[in-house]
């Protein structure tokens, strides 16, 4: 019989909280680009964004991890206000893998991951032994553990997004934010991503564009088209031909995995 799993224990699931985003729009250079979206994302579960091209969906999350300002309504974690909070208690609490990236400096991918540690570090202290743990532990998991000693800038563009996602796996966020997490991957990569993100434990709300991913994936839906919420849903209700015709302009014939039952989905264009 095993005991409880010790709290210093690097494999340890983190906590999740309740997001929740209250009638946020978003307005950029006079623009309104993100229009009264409201949405819920329960502790723990995972919660996609999906959308053609320019529907809103990396605005809307750039607004829930604070690299914008809603010009109306509240994103909310566990019920407090996340621009409310310092930047250093929205770290701890919230990591973000983003669509882009740069670095000026080739740092290792070990330091580049250590990165996430700092949140939860005094000062310009040294990484402690669980830091260093944590970081080891973050790039076994995304099979990055040979590159700890390579360059950033040398890795490729997937290499780059796998180390990123540890990053943000050791900064141990009660909120994992996704936008277009897996970009540049491989299929067996895109799968161990999506499921390393749930088994991590925060809460996630991540936005694809593939929908079989968000299909076999995401707990619920949420569907975006000019800056509008305009379905939501568990997938199986959400992907439905007529909603997929009208938003992504493209014929889809629902299917059945014929091993797991999950839904998939066969595209073709309209004609």
């Known amino acids: 019989m095993t005991g409880p799993v010790p709290a210093d224990d690097p494999t340890r699931p983190t906590p999740a909280q309740e997001l929740a985003v209250d009638a946020v729009s978003v307005q950029l250079a006079g623009a309104r680009l993100v229009h009264e979206v409201s949405l819920r994302a329960a502790a723990g579960r995972v ?27 509240t994103v909310r974690l566990d019920g407090d206000d996340l621009h409310a909070l310092t930047a250093r208690e929205t770290a701890r609490r919230v990591a973000a893998l983003t669509q882009e990236h740069s670095a000026e400096f080739d740092f290792t991918v070990a ?4 990165m996430g540690r700092l949140p939860h570090r005094r000062g310009f202290g040294a990484p402690t032994d669980r830091d260093r743990e944590r970081c080891a532990e973050a790039l076994r998991k995304v099979r990055a553990g040979h590159l700890a000693d390579r360059g950033f800038l040398s890795l490729s563009g997937g290499e780059k997004q796998r180390v990123l996602f540890a990053r943000a796996l050791v900064q141990e966020p009660r909120l994992l934010v996704l936008d277009e997490p897996t970009n540049h991957l491989d299929i067996a990569h895109q799968l161990e991503v999506l499921a390393l993100a749930r088994e991590a434990g925060p809460t996630v709300l991540t936005a694809l564009h593939d929908l079989n991913l968000a299909a076999g994936h995401c707990d619920l839906l949420y569907v975006l088209r000019a800056g509008r919420l305009v379905a939501s849903g568990p997938p199986a209700e959400v992907l439905q031909p007529a909603l997929l015709a009208e938003v992504f302009g493209v014929r889809a014939t629902p299917v059945r995995h014929p091993g797991t039952g999950a839904l998939q989905l066969l595209f073709d264009r309209l004609t």
């Open 111 to 114: 330091e580049v991951v250590a």
């Open 47 to 73: 919660v996609g964004l999906i959308g053609p091209n320019g529907s809103g969906k990396s605005t809307l999350l750039r607004c829930v991890y604070r690299v914008l300002r809603p010009a109306g309504g």
